[in-house]
């Protein structure tokens, strides 16, 4: 047994301090035995009760002393426990203190009651039978408190976040056996399992308690009855703990059963939705992918998404990447990059002979976005529906757990972010060795990759990728890049790099080209930047293939492009102007979350049918937000620029820079989320004063220093839109004081709940507080009286349809506008804006600019 000066609970004797006693030092005459069992025990002065049991506290109860009789105390087994070098204690520092020791074989016995007086006795024991946990403890060695704790005896607790009280009380009342259980799960065993060997851990003395516990309860003397007792109490406990801990592997067994059932669900869902061969329309022409051989699952895949023509990335992109070429790849937005780096995977896992080849992971596609990674994942799921081919999303903001068993079920293809996919494979090797034998390496975004702290992680991930490649090596680097590659016999394939961006910047075009003619730059590009990142690829035969198909303007060539000049409080009018008059799916990109937060509230009192999306979001909401987007094709997105990158969302008509963009890149990027795969899109800037220096880089970097066109609009309805816009924004302001006066209260409110204590304002509220409370009460009422008749009143403006300026529906006679009562009369009208004429942004942009050159040249 380890003596413990906390399991001793005892009533001071003394509160003078008694003083240390050094080891092999003369016995103090002046200390009491007392003192010096203390001194012995603990370093300073005996624990302090708690307040509720230390009679002390209590004046006007006195608890007679408890008394400490120690016989033989020399003779006891004390033994040196090595001093915690987090003590940091040095001689003189120690203030005479030496060293900690411990003692073994001593019993405790209590004589008297509390009222009585109690005398502790420490008494030596001989324990009859040795037990084995104390063989274990000598085999041990001294204690060493720095040393975790081993598994075995950790056993013994329970974890209080998994413990559930209501099973294991359930389970005590079935009469569960846990005796002997738990043994067959040798994953569960090694956190939880008490069972086996863990016995061993009781204390020496239940030894005694089993002998005994034979005798007749007769014979037995109070001593040994009371002993009995406390052992039995013992023994009660551990039974406790081994039923909660049978719980506990219950409950974990269960939650890891419906995690993989999930799993399994998903699994299958995937699978059962794959579609089958005879589905496919095998009259579908696909002749034009036909120089490309592609493997007759692939072209399955092709045709049961009417793929039929490759697209000019992919059409340049498939021969080089075949070869076995490093490629780095520039197209516009929307222009089908991803399949041109996931054909080829593809038809390299369709190649592949050896069984165990086909189990292991063939290529990383790294992303900037979580979800454009989980896009991604989904394109070539598509592309391969017909294949047996595992594509797994490995990022940040979903379940770890659930990544872990999907790495353990070897995908082929990972598609990740750096941070998670970092996270999760620097744990274990098995993971590290899997990424040092991929085939593909694909950046996609990769300009955006390097930003927005990410690089590390990339960095991270190249140099285990690179590690035992860069060993296998026989040239010299400098030879490398001038005579032909050699290739090495290793199992590890050669690595294939291929990076793909919308925005190849003029420095990475000029810098690339540079290694082409064999000139080293190495060490010139600024670190972190796209030439860098290039750099540290080592890409294999230092000749990259470069397909650059990229404009000069660098947007999709179908893509209309104007701005409106407006002063930064009239935005929320034109915004709520243009998606009034030109219904459609459309995102609202804004610079700041703050934005965000504003203008959904703001546009939903309006009716608009907004949605909100942002980093900050949880990742599940982002996804949710973004089907909802989907699914709608009168939606608002209003998003950051999280929604920027890669995002492959059907029929968007327009996109809205709400704030103007920092950069060149990220407005292409920004308006590349419309005019996708050939389609028509519009791309709409409302500049304000502040921005215009912004806004003439733009113009200077991607337009060659020509504006931008002005957007028509129709300024006859504007003025009611503008009452409508102040009274909404009015009401959100409203609200948010609403929400602040609450806040306080409601974070109260909601501790409580979270403590799941009954939230009492007569308990827990001071007067002042009170007052304070009764008079936000009045404030809160008062307003939200006012909100109420605002929404009203707002209600009943947005149900009225938008006229020009002095035109009324009732008398439908000519106004300003010509064929204004051919308007209202046209069934087809806009309900909301019934005067104006039903048109698409697309086209109203394009016959200005005709009209515009028209009167140039007239
Ligand atoms: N050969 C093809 N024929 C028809 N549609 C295609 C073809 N290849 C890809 N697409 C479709 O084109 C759309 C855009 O493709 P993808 O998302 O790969 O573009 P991207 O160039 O990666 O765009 P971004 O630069 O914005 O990420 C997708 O909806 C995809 O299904």
Redesign the pocket.
Known sequence: MVWNVKDIDLDPIDSKKPKAVKKGKKKQPELSAEEEAWNRLSLGAPPPLPQTLDPSADGSKKRKRTKLNIEDVHEFAWSEVQNPSSLLLTSDDAGGFVCLEELSDVDVEYEGTEATGQIIKFKKVTPKKKSKAIKSEQKLGPANPEKPLSIEETKEYYDLDTFNENIANKQKAEGLDVEGEGDQDTEMQDSIDIDGQNEENVAPVSADVEEQSEQPEAKLSAKERKKKEKLEKAKEKRKAAKEAAKARKLIAQTEQAEAEQEDDGEEDEVKSNRPSVSEVDQDFDTSKWDQFKLHEDIVNG?KY???????P??EKTLPLATEGRDIIGA??????????FGIPIAQYIASLENEDDKHKLAALILTPTRE?AI??KN?IQ?ITCFMDIRTIAVVGGMSAQKQIRQLRQKPNIIVATPGRLWELFSETDEHLNSLKQIKFLVL??ADRMIEGGHFQEVDEILRVIQQDRKENKPQAEDEAETEPEVEVESNIPKLQTLV???TLSNSLRFDVKKRKVGKKSKGKAIAGSMEDLVERLELKNKDPAIVDITTSTAVASKLVEAKIDCLNTEKDVFLYYFVTRYPGRTIVFVNSIDSIRRLVPVSKLLGMEVIGLHAQMQQKQRLKNLDKFKANDKAILVASDVAA????I?LVEHVIHYQIPRSGEIYV?RS??TA??NQDGVSLMLCSPEELSLYKKLVHRLRKGEPYPDFPVDYSIQREMKKRVELATKIDKQEHRLQKISHDDDWMKRMANDLDIEYDEDVHSTKRQKRKHSEDDDEEEKIRQKIRGWKGELKHMCAQPLLPHGASMKYITGSTMQDLVQRLLNEDRNEKLPGSAISKAVDDVKSKAKNKKKAQTA
């Open positions: 092709l998404h009417k793929f039929g023509t490759p697209t990335i992919q197209a516009e937005t929307g222009s089908g990059k991803t399949l041109a454009l896009q991604v394109h598509n996609d975004e793909f961006t919308a990158r890669g995002l492959d059907p990027h590349g989320r996708r795969a």
